[in-house]
């Protein structure tokens, strides 16, 4: 689908997703997810996703768990996989991979915290920092 902001799904609230696969989604904040709450995926797949900042998600002031997914071929300008502000991302057993160039990361984080346990980062390239572009604080 195609919208303005989180072309599959917009959520204000908590969300958590299980198993599930978005695919050629499009929009201009958060191509398949634009989160403003507590959010937490397991098991979930993001292909070819697009938007202007966070191709498969956009995440915003909360706490985002990413647990055995995969993003592949997403694109954005900033974070082709995902775009946090003001947000903790925490990472585990999760895979980034990418044919497609941006400008600023798979992960771009502002003024964000990024907690990774077990993250690939394969075949990504970016102007700025292939895997996580950090903006304003930085911790990893």
Same mark, same amino acid.
């Given at each position: 689908?195609?919208?303005?902001?989180?072309?599959?799904?917009?959520?204000?609230?908590?969300?958590?997703?299980?198993?599930? =696969?978005?695919?050629?989604?499009?929009?201009?904040?958060?191509?398949?997810?634009?989160?403003?709450?507590?959010?937490?995926?397991?098991?979930? =797949?993001?292909?070819?996703?697009?938007?202007?900042?966070?191709?498969?998600?956009?995440?915003?002031?909360?706490?985002?768990?990413?647990?055995?997914?995969?993003?592949?071929?997403?694109?954005?300008?900033?974070?082709?996989?995902?775009?946090?502000?003001?947000?903790?991302?925490?990472?585990?057993?999760?895979?980034?991979?990418?044919?497609?160039?941006?400008?600023?990361?798979?992960?771009?984080?502002?003024?964000?915290?990024?907690?990774?346990?077990?993250?690939?980062?394969?075949?990504?390239?970016?102007?700025?920092?292939?895997?996580?572009?950090?903006?304003?604080?930085?911790?990893?």
């Amino acid at each position: 689908g195609n919208s303005f902001r989180g072309s599959a799904i917009y959520s204000s609230g908590q969300t958590t997703l299980n198993n599930v =696969t978005f695919i050629n989604n499009t929009a201009t904040s958060g191509g398949a997810i634009n989160s403003h709450g507590q959010t937490t995926i397991n098991n979930v =797949t993001f292909i070819n996703n697009n938007a202007y900042n966070g191709g498969a998600i956009s995440h915003y002031d909360y706490i985002i768990n990413c647990n055995n997914s995969q993003f592949i071929d997403n694109y954005a300008e900033w974070g082709s996989s995902l775009y946090s502000d003001d947000a903790t991302i925490n990472i585990c057993n999760t895979f980034f991979t990418s044919q497609i160039s941006n400008k600023y990361g798979q992960i771009q984080a502002f003024s964000s915290t990024v907690n990774i346990d077990t993250g690939d980062f394969l075949n990504i390239s970016a102007t700025y920092s292939p895997a996580i572009y950090f903006e304003d604080e930085r911790e990893i």
